[in-house]
């Protein structure tokens, strides 16, 4: 990953840790009112809290809440911070019970879960038009040569440009030749031929293969020997329809395609 993404990364956990601590402040003085209660001490209720929210930020990476492929402005990634403000609050209950025995008030673990999962996303939400901004600027943005330019490879180049994503394409090469010299402001650089001294020239750090699947082992092979990143969309293998994911079976990794996607598909 790029030194500018990884200083955003973590400046986005930073945050996230921070908003976690105030939430659960904020939870406490909601409940108690806006003074320290000496029924339910507040240095005993933070130490908790202290020791919560490391454990709370690692499981945010367990569930890829930190991905740069995330869409962030989605159910699934609210799916993701519930699950993980629900943890945070269990893990807190849990804590606080096993060390203090009693505690004051379930009211204030309702406050707690609510204002993780709004400070969280809306956070999240600001840090992703952070890295939109950053994407403008050509701050930590990987650069991609498109192969093939089919109408799912103007899709795909239309999208990366429209959504301002960090994976940014540069050039455009074509195994067939074609008559379109740039697609979406991107150059169509060639053939080929052209393949090796396209990617020296424009530095490449990902490849997206849309096209010419004759031409994928030969690319795969050299994108893994020269340490680039390799993307292939499931229509260039004849899948147009339907949900794709990739699913192990006793270790060996499988593309699994189902005709639609039901809610139990991710977790069973």
């Known amino acids: 990953m790029k030194k500018q993404l990884i200083n955003l990364k973590i400046l986005q956990i930073v945050v996230d840790g921070i908003l976690i601590l105030g939430a659960f402040t904020l939870a406490y003085f909601l409940r108690i009112g806006f003074f320290f209660s000496t029924d339910f001490p507040f240095d005993k209720y933070i130490l908790i809290v202290g020791i919560t929210t490391p454990i709370t930020l690692l499981f945010m990476f367990f569930i890829r809440a930190y991905k740069l492929s995330q869409q962030i402005i989605s159910w699934r990634h609210i799916q993701r911070l519930t699950f993980v403000s629900l943890e945070n609050v269990f893990v807190f209950m849990i804590l606080y019970y096993f060390t203090f025995r009693e505690f004051f008030s379930r009211l204030i673990l309702v406050y707690a879960f609510i204002l993780t999962l709004l400070l969280t996303y809306l956070w999240h939400v600001i840090f992703h038009w952070i890295l939109q901004k950053a994407s403008e600027r050509e701050i930590g943005v990987f650069r991609a040569l498109i192969i093939g330019t089919n109408r799912p490879a103007q899709e795909i180049i239309r999208m990366l440009i429209t959504v301002k994503s960090h994976i940014k394409p ?99």
């Open 170 to 268: 540069v050039a455009i090469i074509d195994a067939h030749g074609s008559s379109k010299k740039v697609i979406h402001g991107i150059p169509v650089v060639g053939k080929m031929n052209l393949f090796e001294k396209t990617i020296a020239d424009h530095d490449i750090d990902i490849i997206v293969q849309v096209d010419n699947l004759e031409q994928s082992l030969n690319i795969i092979n050299y994108a893994l020997a020269n340490n680039i990143k390799y993307f292939m969309p499931p229509e260039l293998l004849g899948i147009f329809q339907g949900h794709q994911i990739l699913e192990e079976i006793e270790g060996m990794p499988f593309l699994k395609v189902h005709k639609t996607k039901r809610w139990w598909d991710s977790i069973w």
